[in-house]
C-alpha cells in the first residue's frame, strides 16, 4: 500500500505535481491520498482518499496551530493503517513531519518529491530536515539547487516525468519557430499568489495596449476564478488580454512566442520552475529573473533571456533585445539544452 501525503489541496504547483504522478500510476487502488478538504488539483482522485481538516491562513501564529493539528492528526492515522513494508510518498518538504511515522513502524519506505524550497512554518525546518536525510529515505529532487539549499545528505536524483510527454511529440519538437517580432504572443503560466507575478503580468498587458498594439497576451492562472474577479472585475481587464483557469494542458504551450518567468525573486526563489521548463523544451522564449533553481539550464542571451529588473520596464527592455535572427536562434537551443538536460 502507499500513502501519498500532501497538507493542502489548492491550486499551486506541488499538489498539481502530485496529481500528474498518481494519475500516472496504473493500479489506483494501492494509492490512498492523506490531504485536506480543500478544492485544488488533487480534488479529481478517485481512488481512497483521507481528508484532514486544515486550512490556510496568513497569520503565522494560526497558520502553526492549524499545520501542527494537520501533522499530529496525518501521524495518528498513518500511525494506525500503515505496516511494514507499506510506502509514503510526501511531495514536499514542508511535510516531512508526518515522517515522524518510521519512529513506530519499521521497513516503511519513504519518499519525498520536492517542489518547494522554503517551509511556511519554519519551526519545522529543523525536525524536517533531520527526518528527510534519513539514511533510510528515498529522496527524489526536482532540482540540485533544492539539494544545495537544504544541503541534504542522501541519495537524490532529478526526476521530472512530464517533461517526457512534450518531447514524445515530435510534431513539436521538431517546430520551426514563426515569429512575427511585431505581434509577438506573450503568455505565463502561474498561480493566484501576488508573488507569483499575475499582478505584473496585467500591468505589462494593459501597458502595451497602447504603446504595442500588436502584442498579445494570455494568462493561464490556477486558482478560484471568483477571487481573481474580485481584484480584476472582468471589465476593467485590458482587451489584448486572454485568460484560462486551471488548465495545465500541453497544449497551451503552443502557438505562442514569449515566456515569462515572474516569480518575485526578492520575495521567494523558484526550486526548480516547472513551467519555465516546459515553456523551454517546447520552443518558447523564456524570459525570468536570474535567480532560481532554473538557472541550472537556462543560459542568459543563449536559450533564455534574464531580467535585469523585476518590472514592466525590465520586461519590456528584455524583449527589445530580442531581433528575428536571434529569437529563432534562443527558441531553438532552449529546446535543445532540455533534452540535453534530462537525456530525452
Request: one cysteine or more; proline letters at 4%; aromatic letters at 14%.
Amino acid at each position: 500500500m502507499e500513502y501519498w501525503v500532501h497538507h493542502l489541496n489548492d491550486y499551486s504547483g506541488s499538489p498539481l505535481v502530485m496529481a500528474q504522478r498518481m494519475n500516472s500510476k496504473s493500479l489506483i487502488d494501492h494509492i490512498t491520498l492523506v490531504t485536506n478538504s480543500g478544492n485544488g488539483f488533487l480534488s479529481g482522485w478517485t481512488g481512497p482518499k483521507v481528508e484532514l481538516p486544515y486550512q490556510k491562513s496568513h497569520n503565522r501564529f494560526v497558520r502553526f496551530i492549524r499545520l501542527s493539528y494537520w501533522y499530529l492528526a496525518s501521524i495518528w492515522y498513518l500511525w494506525k493503517h500503515v505496516h511494514h513494508g507499506d510506502k509514503i510518498v510526501i511531495s514536499t518538504i514542508i511535510n516531512t513531519p508526518v515522517l515522524l511515522i518510521r519512529c513506530f513502524v519499521g521497513g516503511l519506505n519513504a519518499e519525498i518529491h520536492i517542489h518547494e524550497v522554503y517551509f511556511r512554518v519554519p519551526l519545522w525546518n529543523s525536525l524536517g530536515l533531520r527526518l528527510a536525510n534519513h539514511k533510510d529515505v528515498h529522496t527524489i529532487y526536482n532540482s540540485r539547487f533544492s539539494m544545495d539549499f537544504w544541503s541534504f545528505k542522501g541519495s537524490g536524483e532529478v526526476a521530472y516525468p512530464r517533461l517526457r510527454n512534450f518531447f514524445n511529440q515530435q510534431a513539436v519538437i521538431n517546430t520551426v519557430p514563426n515569429f512575427d517580432m511585431n505581434r509577438l504572443k506573450i503568455f505565463t503560466v502561474l498561480s493566484l499568489i501576488p508573488y507569483k507575478g499575475y499582478r505584473l503580468f496585467l500591468e505589462l498587458a494593459t501597458s502595451c495596449l497602447r504603446s504595442r498594439p500588436g502584442y498579445e497576451f494570455t494568462l493561464y492562472v490556477a486558482g478560484i476564478p471568483a477571487e481573481f474577479y474580485a481584484e480584476y472585475p472582468i471589465h476593467k481587464l485590458p482587451s489584448n488580454l486572454k485568460l484560462h483557469f486551471n488548465n495545465t494542458d500541453p497544449e497551451i504551450y503552443l502557438d505562442q512566442h514569449i515566456f515569462l518567468g515572474l516569480t518575485n525573486p526578492s520575495i521567494l526563489l523558484e526550486a526548480f520552475g516547472q513551467t519555465i521548463a516546459e515553456a523551454m523544451c517546447t520552443g518558447n522564449i523564456v524570459i525570468a529573473s536570474g535567480q532560481g533553481g532554473y538557472l541550472e539550464f537556462m543560459e542568459n542571451e543563449h536559450n533564455a533571456i534574464l531580467l535585469e529588473e523585476y518590472s514592466v520596464q525590465g520586461i519590456l527592455r528584455a524583449i527589445d533585445r530580442l531581433d528575428l535572427t536571434r529569437a529563432i536562434a534562443i527558441s531553438q537551443k532552449a529546446k535543445q539544452r532540455m533534452c540535453e538536460f534530462y537525456s530525452l
